[in-house]
């Protein structure tokens, strides 16, 4: 089983910047396939905005060239670095983890954390 705490989120204004962090536990995130960050803002679905794993990146076209994940494998740690953020960016973000086929691609979830953009 996989523990996630997601932490960071908060109010900023306009073009201001935030890092999310994700806390892992009970897992070392080097053996886990997929780790990312989602989020949902009210009356929207869920939306993927970036995954990480052992090859490479990917990110949705929404944020793209603004936010960077990245992971801290000494530390267990994932963080989603923020730039430049919109209003359109305001929800609740989630930490994400995702097993890999020999375990089912099981899925866990942080609490969330939320953001909002406004001036």
């Known amino acids: 089983q996989v523990q996630l705490v997601d932490s960071g989120g908060g109010s900023v204004q306009p073009g201001g910047s935030l890092r999310l962090s994700c806390s892992v536990s009970r897992r070392s995130i080097v053996s886990i396939n997929t780790m990312g960050w989602y989020r949902q803002a009210p009356g929207k679905q869920r939306e993927l905005v970036a995954f990480?794993?052992?090859?490479?990146?990917n990110y949705a076209d929404s944020v793209k060239g603004r936010f960077t994940i990245s992971r801290d494998n000494a530390k267990n740690m994932v963080y989603l670095q923020m730039n430049s953020l919109e209003a359109e960016d305001t929800a609740v973000y989630s930490c994400?983890?995702?097993?890999?086929?020999?375990?089912?691609?099981?899925?866990?979830w942080g609490q969330g954390t939320q953001v909002t953009v406004s001036s």
């Open positions: 990480i794993t052992n090859y490479g990146t």
């Open positions: 994400y983890a995702r097993l890999g086929v020999a375990e089912g691609f099981s899925e866990y």
